[in-house]
């Protein structure tokens, strides 16, 4: 199994379920989360005083799929996320050696 | 402000039902303006530290309300003594007035007048406390509040507007309170910054507005309340000059919102939200000595220098290195100086008062009164100000402790945090007693 790990923009997000609804993903995890890259941040201006904001506001979406689908399932969240500017994110994968599902105990890929 | 007569219930004056209604209804209005002030403030200030901005100009509402019954009408509009203060035992926690008896000239009763004036006392405070964001102590604050409206504000508010004080017999135009309320205040905020200091990491850690939303509120509420603070100052409407001194408000505020933001876009390159917001708020600073001095289209110039002025001096602290954090010298300090001085320009003398100023062809003349007002407020204000901060400084410490700053005033200050971001967890709701932990401690004991 391999945990695909998408940090995207916010306003990807309808864009990126969907793709990822239509590839057949059961579920996902969604997390608020803020970061930057090599874009960095923005300068916001109060009365003249300027802040350089460091932090953006990005999605993290985490889903757990089979070794086999994980290579493509990362073509359709680039494709889904990108918007040719800079700052779309960043998409990767690890190995993962076991998964649980809470409700039935299933274990490895049965639980996905 | 008309002349207030210290034979009370002149000759041939009646009281006017309806005035008496609408001087009651702008008593309201200023009244809104210091929780307006609040939420102007406490949206500026970072989340750890909202609700004791809030607090600083809440708690006037307390301590003023009640020393102005006790004394402050009394030294502020009792009978003059020098030119300096006044005093009348009947005003001493406001027992000996009759209740149809009217204040001077006007229709009003003294009642009236007396509470219209309160709510002038109450926002002077307030206005200081947003030099002083989240650094003082709030027992402190409080004590200076009450030695500051005692020595500063009273006797300044007699000067300017009490029958026989110095700046009202010299004929310094302060219609609403541009030296009373804004440069007084202005410079008692500088004043008590030399004593309390800047705020850990001022220039080095963002220190951005926590909620643009409530800025905008309570520029909102500001605004609103300032048309009972200016038009309610001729105590009545009977000749119109009420009114023309409403259309100013309205108007010298747009024009300074309008100034504000075009500096802002030609300097930085954004129209601001807190920048729309700021440039009103010195529009109706500016506004508010000349409203019953000048016409609509002065008006309309007072606001926009004002605007661009005020936008300009929000950047002094940076540059001088004092920490005024919400800007209450660069905004009321700085529109108070612009419009009382711009009176002596503006003045048609065909409104409040037939004096006229410099481009309506009255030459030097009042400008020159104008400036001696503000001047002299000014450094009264500074000056003691300064020793008040001091003193109690010494006395008790103005500042909260470093640990406390850094970790936000609002739990070290008042044992609450504004906001609640968690959603999980947060123990019993509802009720006082033991937590669930104990009364499950003791069941297991048993």
Redesign the interface.
Known sequence: MKLITAVIKPHRLDEVKDALQAFGVHGLTLTEASGYGRQRGHTEVYRGAEYTVDLVPKIRIEVLVEDADAEQLMDVVVKAARTGKIGDGKVWSIPVDDAVRVRTGERGPDAL | MPPGILTLAADKVTLSPANTGFMLICSALVMIMTPGLAFFYGGMVRVKSVLNMLMMSFISLGIVTILWVLYGFGLAFGTDSGGFIGWNGNFAGLSGIGLTELWGTSTIPVYVFAIFQLMFAVITPALISGALADRVKFTAWALFIALWVTVVYFPVAHWVWGDGGWLFELKVIDFAGGTAVHINAGAAALGVLLVVGKRIGFKKD?M??HSLPLVMLGAGLLWFGWFGFNAGSWLGNDDGIGAVAFVNTQVATAAAMLGWLAY?KL????F?T??AA?GAVAGLVAITPACGAVSPLGAIAVGVIAGVLC?MA??LK?KFGYDDSL?VI?VHLVGGVVGSLLVGLFATGGVQSKAKGLFYGGGFDQLGRQAVGVVCVLLYSLVVSYVLAKVIDLVMGFRVGEDEEVAGIDQAAHAETAYDFTGAGGGTVGRKGPALGEALTKKVDA
Request: a neutral charge; zero cysteines.
């Open positions: 963002p951005r507005p802002e300097r930085h390159g954004s601001t807190l920048g700021s936008a929000v950047n940076y800007d660069g």
